[in-house]
């Protein structure tokens, strides 16, 4: 198949968030499968960015186009690009893709795709990775967005995938047939952790004693993470429990200066730890010598930081508020409600647990069997062939 991917951001700009390494995957594993895979995405928000811009470039084999944002400054406040060179590209390829996967609805790139997509009806799934509902941040803007152009955006697509029956349900709530619904989960690359760090790396690297616990975050430094609530929980419980630090993993940005404020206003700056980013290895480092994973997000659709933790054997603490909370419950871990008292609670008690509950254990077992990339993308390219008009099924039934 002749596949288009579009997305805001790809590979090497991972501080953008968990779509951009979505979509690589889903890309990286199509492309090894014999299908042709285009990326139609942006250049970021960075000037300077060292990769050629609104031209083709191949990217682990995969013919990628980073179309160069126009007004950064602007855009980045809104949450938008402004890949002006796009729909010139549009024009003349278009018609040479087999079907079209778009990544969030809400950009400039879904609605050029949208707009030559449905004139030269060429199918396409849409995927919102959870950002279907106008929730949270800059409501008013979203909602106009979708005004002008999201819910036709939704409504002209072959076909939706959800990540759970959560995302499901809300794209219903934006007027959506449940015929055209997927559940399909994102996927976790098991290559990436067969040869695991030894125990001790990170804490060498970072001076941290090996009596001393570790609380781990990792992801965007964004508001909707909770990283507040963690920081304010932390602050409770070093009153209560010796030798423990927080160390909070992810690209420092304007809302980090107001978490480092907080740091310091509770005077925590020796118990807590910003890395900045970890990528590769490093990640792994800090996964493997954490205690506890957590993850205390406002709102979350499915983070796959936490199945990264159960791989590497770190148990998970979740909010109620994530979407995979069903998944987590007793089963990798604990999930809780969105509260200071509770988080704090429940980090008393698991990190004066002498052993690690045995159904804890099996959390690695779990994500292997249900959430390897290798069975995801067969359900990602089952759904392609169903789009095809008069497609001959046996021509992929070898790949």
Known sequence: MRILQVSNFFKPLWETGGVTKVNYEISKNLVQRGHEVTVYTTDGYKPNFGIQTNQPVDVDGIKVYYFKNLFRNIIKKANLTAPYYLPFVLRK??????????????????????????????????????????????????????????????????????LTETEAKQYMHMGIDESKICIIPNGIDLKEYENLPEKG???????????????????????????????DSFSQLRDELNNVKLIIVGPKNDYFSILNKKVKGLNLVD??????????????????????????????????????????????????????????????????KFDEDELKNILYKFLNIAVIPENFNNCAQLVEKNFDWLIIIKQIEDLYISLIPNVNISEFSSL
């Open 201 to 231: 790396e990170f804490r060498k690297k970072y001076s941290i004693k090996d009596n001393e616990k570790i609380i781990l975050f990792l992801g965007r430094i964004n508001k909707i993470k909770g990283i507040d609530l963690l920081i």
């Open 93 to 162: 390829e278009i018609r040479n893709f087999d079907v079209i996967h778009i990544h969030e609805h809400r950009s400039l790139l879904a609605v050029c795709v949208h707009y030559y997509a449905k004139k030269y009806r060429v199918p396409y799934v849409l995927q919102s990775h959870g950002s279907v509902l106008p929730h949270f941040q800059k409501q008013g803007l979203k909602k106009l967005f979708d005004f002008l152009f999201g819910y036709q955006i939704l409504q002209d697509a072959s076909k939706l995938i959800a």
């Open 271 to 336: 118990l807590v730890l910003f890395t900045g980013p970890l990528y590769g290895r490093e990640k792994l480092t800090a996964y493997v010598d954490a205690d506890v994973y957590v993850l205390p997000s406002r709102y979350e659709t499915f983070p796959n930081t936490v199945f990264e933790s159960c791989i590497c054997g770190t148990p998970v603490i979740i909010t109620d508020r994530c979407g995979i909370s069903s998944i987590v419950d007793d089963k990798l871990g604990y999930t809780i």
